[in-house]
């Protein structure tokens, strides 16, 4: 009778210690999983860090190269100097102003991107930057679109509009507003590069 006894106080205790690892275990398996996944978000944040730096470089870049894109040819008349310069095109100066405006968000929103690496769990900074990244990407291609097809104009010319291409005498001047344009297309690589990994951290949550 004792050895039955013994053995049914065995058993109980047994069945107890299972009931009792179940949930520890369940909170060990989902604790490993969040910290799992809190480390992948917190490398998405460091490489969006490294991407908004680098498109904030590009994107000063060109506003640099375009605003400071000026040639005078060293002949001139009586009546005419010969000069070019980016704001004699409305299209180069609304390039300036909205690659600008691009390169101040690129460089006030590295503060949101720090605070995704600190707490890269938070969906609200994540969101916001999505948004304003969007915006950022239609402004910049608008820019650098438009900057785009003048750059084609200055190089090529149109004959059946008497638009004659210029590059052939304000050779430095066509330089660098085709730097600055190939500038602001880079910015815009990379700021679709912040928009996926955005989208992408944001699917994680």
Known sequence: MEKSEATTIEVAETSRERKGKAPLLA??????????????KRGV?????ILRISAAAAALGATIAMGTAEQTLPFFTQFF???????DLPTFSFFVIAMAIVTAYL????????????????????????LCDTLAV??????GGAAAAIVYLAHNGNSDANWLAICQQFTDFCQRVSGA?????????????????????????
Do not use: E, N, W
């Not at 909170?27 to 992948?40: E, P, S």
């Not at 100097?81 to 704001?87: G, I, L, M, N, R």
């Not at 006030?108 to 930057?129: G, T, Y």
């Open 138 to 143: 239609t402004l910049a291609t608008s820019a």
């Open 27 to 40: 909170a060990m398996v989902a604790a490993d999983h969040h910290a799992k996944a809190a480390g992948t």
């Open 81 to 87: 100097q010969f000069q070019a310069s980016y704001d």
């Open 181 to 205: 344009v190939v500038g602001s297309f880079i910015a815009v690589a990379l700021l679709i590069f912040l928009v996926v990994l955005s989208a992408i951290a944001l699917k994680k949550h």
């Open 45 to 49: 944040a460091i490489f969006d860090l």
């Open 107 to 130: 460089v006030l929103s590295v503060p949101f991107s720090i605070v995704c690496i600190v707490r890269p769990v938070a969906a609200a900074p994540r969101l916001l930057l999505i």
